[in-house]
């Protein structure tokens, strides 16, 4: 049977032996509804996907088929996961843009932490370290307003790229937050307040 598709990839042969609670006892032929198709063929003992650019041929043995369609799925659907940084407050007068991550967020009865940085226009210097973005990991009480620094990451380059120059897990002491500040809108955001 002639291929439609354009490459083919072989992946290597494993013995048997680890196949076994991996890849099922038959297949005959499944169509997903996305058109991905599988065929098997035992006298091999592969597995063939087909798939729009290529054509995957990996050993075959004993794994349930729902979990061999969902590997396959998630092959065919992976991408890289990224902090969903979002913007919570534009350059002020110290000429720094403030970020936080709301994917984050891990709470704890009224104590919840979150992610957040610093994105500096000029190089800044605290203790030495010359840095442009301030990477800070805050925990927040949510029933008195308040928080402090559990962790701290200071990078040579804007939004965290560069090097690494500082780092920092001693844990803060407790500040208020004031009303109207950077600090109030980065509280609201890991609180879930309006």
């Given at each position: 049977?002639?291929?439609?598709?354009?490459?083919?990839?072989?992946?290597?042969?494993?013995?048997?032996?680890?196949?076994?609670?991996?890849?099922?006892?038959?297949?005959?032929?499944?169509?997903?509804?996305?058109?991905?198709?599988?065929?098997?063929?035992?006298?091999?003992?592969?597995?063939?996907?087909?798939?729009?650019?290529?054509?995957?041929?990996?050993?075959?043995?004993?794994?349930?088929?729902?979990?061999?369609?969902?590997?396959?799925?998630?092959?065919?659907?992976?991408?890289?996961?990224?902090?969903?940084?979002?913007?919570?407050?534009?350059?002020?007068?110290?000429?720094?843009?403030?970020?936080?991550?709301?994917?984050?967020?891990?709470?704890?009865?009224?104590?919840?932490?979150?992610?957040?940085?610093?994105?500096?226009?000029?190089?800044?210097?605290?203790g030495g370290f010359r840095f442009l973005t301030a990477k800070e990991q805050w925990e927040?009480?949510?029933?008195?307003e308040r928080g402090r620094v559990v962790a701290l990451k200071q990078f040579s380059g804007?939004?965290?790229?560069?090097?690494?120059?500082?780092?920092?897990?001693?844990?803060?002491?407790?500040?208020p937050v004031e009303p109207g500040s950077i600090g109030q809108t980065v509280w609201k955001?890991?609180?879930?307040?309006?």
């Amino acid at each position: 049977m002639k291929s439609r598709y354009i490459n083919q990839i072989s992946l290597p042969t494993l013995p048997m032996s680890q196949l076994d609670t991996w890849l099922p006892v038959s297949c005959p032929r499944l169509t997903s509804s996305y058109g991905t198709n599988f065929e098997s063929n035992r006298r091999n003992e592969t597995l063939t996907v087909a798939v729009p650019s290529a054509v995957v041929t990996i050993p075959y043995g004993g794994i349930p088929m729902t979990r061999l369609f969902l590997i396959t799925l998630l092959l065919l659907s992976s991408s890289p996961a990224y902090a969903e940084w979002v913007k919570v407050s534009d350059s002020d007068e110290a000429g720094k843009s403030v970020y936080v991550d709301p994917t984050t967020i891990r709470r704890t009865s009224n104590l919840v932490k979150m992610w957040q940085f610093y994105d500096y226009k000029t190089v800044q210097t605290v203790g030495g370290f010359r840095f442009l973005t301030a990477k800070e990991q805050w925990e927040f009480d949510c029933a008195e307003e308040r928080g402090r620094v559990v962790a701290l990451k200071q990078f040579s380059g804007n939004m965290g790229s560069g090097t690494m120059v500082f780092t920092n897990s001693q844990v803060g002491k407790w500040i208020p937050v004031e009303p109207g500040s950077i600090g109030q809108t980065v509280w609201k955001v890991a609180c879930g307040k309006k």
